[in-house]
């Protein structure tokens, strides 16, 4: 059984940084491609960076400069480093596979934006 838990997720200011992280059981990190996707209020889920099983990254256009993806294959962790944080990166950031499989979805870390 998969189990997917996000956390990391907080209140920060425009400009500033989080740093979030998803610890897994029932999949291995190091041989499946993985990715963090938000759902903001009222639009729908979308990626924002993923990492393949051997390291290569890939990031949405709002997130290319700002954000980092990286897996710890060890500890079986992955992370998204979230710099110059932005009003419009609000929303529930959730890990998954890439492709996202549903029943993987777990309960995601909120990430607000405000001043």
């Known amino acids: 059984q998969v189990q997917l838990v996000e956390s990391g997720g907080g209140l920060v200011q425009p400009g500033g940084s989080l740093r979030l992280s998803c610890a897994a059981s029932?999949?291995?990190?190091?041989?499946?491609?993985v990715g963090w996707y938000r759902q903001a209020p009222g639009k729908e889920r979308e990626l924002v960076a993923r990492i393949t099983s051997d390291g290569r990254t890939y990031y949405s256009d709002s997130a290319k400069g700002r954000f980092t993806i990286s897996k710890d294959n060890a500890k079986n962790t992955l992370a998204l480093q979230m710099n110059s944080l932005k009003l419009e990166d609000t929303a529930v950031y959730y890990c998954n596979t890439y492709p996202p499989v549903f029943r993987y979805w777990g309960q995601g870390t909120q990430v607000t934006v405000s001043s």
């Open positions: 029932g999949i291995i990190f190091r041989y499946t491609p």
